[in-house]
């Protein structure tokens, strides 16, 4: 039971990295075309 819960919490916690990343990749994309707005 103990590494059932241990193995669905690491799936969980890699998909939570992957949308982090995702979501940073994403903001550094907005930012940097809102940068080049006001040029």
Known sequence: MREWIGN???A??????KLLV?????????????MLRQY
């Open 8 to 10: 669905h919490l690491s």
């Open 22 to 34: 995702m979501n940073i990749f994403l903001s550094q994309k907005v930012i940097g075309l809102l």
């Open 12 to 17: 969980l916690f890699k998909d939570f990295a």
